[in-house]
């Protein structure tokens, strides 16, 4: 986690992570009733995870000169 922050710019958090992360909470409790808080926490992290990728998947899409990662 140390790694990823690090290495994550201050724009780069507030254009792809700050919007992901907060849809992902609102999925997660709207949606994620496992009544396991380790099952919630899992769905959650990769729920954040696939909506990250997703931003940045269109975000590139959006300019022809950057790749996704």
Avoid: D, N
């Amino acid at each position: 986690m140390y790694a990823l922050l690090r290495h994550t710019s201050i724009r780069e958090g507030f254009i792809v992570e700050a919007p992901s992360l907060a849809l992902s909470l609102v999925i997660a409790e709207l949606f994620y009733k496992f009544h396991s808080f380790t099952l919630e926490c899992l769905a959650f992290l990769a729920t954040w995870l696939v909506l990250s990728y997703t931003v940045r998947w269109a975000s590139a899409l959006g300019s022809p000169g950057e790749k996704a990662q």
